[in-house]
């Protein structure tokens, strides 16, 4: 197979480069998938450079979303959920490569009409806007949600699902092209954060100036954003792409009567597996009714593991929107 193996960590995603390597032997309980399709994600370009909270012990094939077609099917397994040739979608370390090995719990069914593409880039941030807005911040029909960073992998997932539970959805974004894709995925009001004054902007939004009722925060923008929060509102912390993780001014949570309630999808198959079925139960309705659909960048094309540098490349400035995607030639009669 070809992939983007780690030997050593390198400085940034130009430096990336692609071999051939033995195809991999999965386990018993692994499947082996040949991956069509790989999205990109913020912490690989964390974990490339050795930064990562995960980092497997070196050499590794970086990647860590997928969409593609299963070649074999685990050994110990008498009933697997999928079978040779079904379209999946998943996560596992070793997703900038031409094949990759996968656990059941991993993988998801393409979703009827979609293609590897779009599928790709499903299964971090969809279920992590889900689970933030649905299961932590317990949204309600009529609500004012504040989705900050929105026009990037979760933050457009985000909108989407704000949108489809019947909330009004103020989007923050730092570029015009930015604010005009988040108003193409639904958003009702779109607002520049990088410009002085945009609290107060949100809060004018809100019924009688009150705040919004919720905030999705995969940024760093706690503090910011308690100025335009609702009594009793909840802020859902995600992440931290501003490098800033925040110490919070506590009174101002006090007085508002306000929840700040953290979020992290990836120890839910863990802590709570009765609730990533629920996620994805939820997620594919919405999917089947119309009101979630893919959001891969499409302002260029990235075409081949090769590419993959460039493309986390503009991840990293900033310069993209959406879920980055890389399509990935399986060879001749390979289908996107
Ligand atoms: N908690 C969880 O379970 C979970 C799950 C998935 C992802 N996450 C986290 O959520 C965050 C967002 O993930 P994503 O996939 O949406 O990432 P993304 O597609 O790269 O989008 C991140 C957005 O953050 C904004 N941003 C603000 N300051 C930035 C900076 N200094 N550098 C880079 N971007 C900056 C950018 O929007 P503007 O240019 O518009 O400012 C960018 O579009 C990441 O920290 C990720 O690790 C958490």
Redesign the pocket.
Known sequence: MRAIQVKEYVKGPEDLTVTTLPDPTPSPDTYLIAIHATAT???DLLQIRGKYQHQPPLPWISGAEFAGVVLSTPSAKTSPKFKKGDRVFGSSQGGYATQVCAREESLMPVPPGWGFLEAAGLM??AP?SYAALVNRANIQKGDHVLVH?A?????LATVQIAKAFGATVIAT???SR?LEVVRRFGADHAIDYNKEGWAEEVKQLTPKGKGVDIVFD??GMVNASLKCTAWGGRIVI??????NIEKVAMNKVLLKNISLVG????TYSKEEPETVAEVWKGLFQLMKEGNFKGTVYTDREFLGLEQVGMALGM?GR?ETWGKVVVSVPQGTGSKL
């Open positions: 994600n913020f912490f971090v941030t992590t960073a026009a990037g992998g979760v933050g974004a730092g570029s930015k995969p940024v995600i992440g931290f792409t501003s490098g979020l992290h999808w990836g991840l900033r």
